[in-house]
């Protein structure tokens, strides 16, 4: 069975400055697919960026970035410039190419932007 | 477009008593999901639809019934609450199978049985 490892339960970071939320997986198929999502406190999940496993550039959506190391099975998060708008908890997750339906989220961490 | 709704936003009920839970997304999306959402656990899969009129089972689904009538709603019935009930919970929908294309959610539903 997959499953997710988030080992940051909480982060915090001052504005205008980076961080990185780590993420580790554990699969023993080839295909896949791997997400970071974000939910404020208004609840709402929000997909952040997505990495498919056979692809070997990193993903980049704006000032979010994913350090993918198929290898290692490992799947950073790297926000530059944060923004108080991103406090929020961030999940990472798995779902394989083939067979089942089911996302496997990380159990989040915690990120906290301070002013 | 209203995306993903999921009524009610809140609600208690008391053991035993029975409930169902809407979700509807107005994007034509084959597929819908819920999911519950438990401290420090993340999300877990309960069950799912590919398609109206088909629903499957997740990876936590006891307790819990499922139908999809119509392609656009999919129901979460709880025919009698337990306190171990007592979640968040997610609906989701896509266009194809989650992976290929993204999956949007609903706001969530907290649940307290007491």
């Known amino acids: 069975a997959q499953t997710v490892t988030q080992s940051q339960p909480e982060m915090s970071v001052q504005e205008a400055e980076t961080v990185t939320l780590s993420c580790t997986y554990d699969?023993?198929?080839?295909?896949?697919?791997l997400f970071w999502y974000k939910q404020p406190p208004s609840r709402q999940m929000i997909l952040v960026i997505r990495?498919?496993?056979?692809?070997?550039q990193n993903a980049t959506e704006n000032r979010f970035s994913v350090n993918f190391q198929k290898a290692a099975k490992s799947f950073s998060l790297k926000i530059s410039d944060s923004q108080l708008g991103d406090t929020a908890m961030y999940f990472c997750?798995?779902?394989?190419?083939?067979?089942?339906?089911?996302?496997?989220f990380g159990k989040g961490t915690k990120l906290t932007v301070n002013p | 477009n209203a995306g993903v709704t999921q009524t009610p936003k809140f609600r208690v009920l008391k053991t035993g008593q029975s409930m169902t839970l809407l979700c509807a997304q107005d994007?034509?999306?084959?597929?819908m999901y819920w999911y519950r959402q438990d401290p420090g656990m993340g999300l877990r899969l309960i069950h799912y639809?590919?398609?109206?009129?088909?629903?499957a089972k997740g990876e936590v689904p006891d307790g819990y019934n499922v139908s999809r009538l119509k392609k656009q709603n999919f129901l979460l019935g709880l025919e009698s609450a337990a306190p171990s009930q007592t979640s968040v919970y997610f609906c989701?929908?896509?266009?194809?199978?989650?992976?290929?294309?993204?999956?949007?959610f609903g706001q969530g539903t907290r649940l307290t049985v007491v």
């Open positions: 990495q498919e496993a056979y692809k070997q």
């Open positions: 639809s590919v398609g109206e009129g088909t629903t």
């Open positions: 994007m034509n999306h084959e597929y």
């Open positions: 997750a798995f779902m394989s190419e083939g067979g089942s339906e089911k996302l496997v």
């Open positions: 989701a929908s896509s266009y194809f199978r989650t992976g290929r294309t993204e999956a949007f």
């Open positions: 699969t023993s198929e080839n295909n896949y697919y």
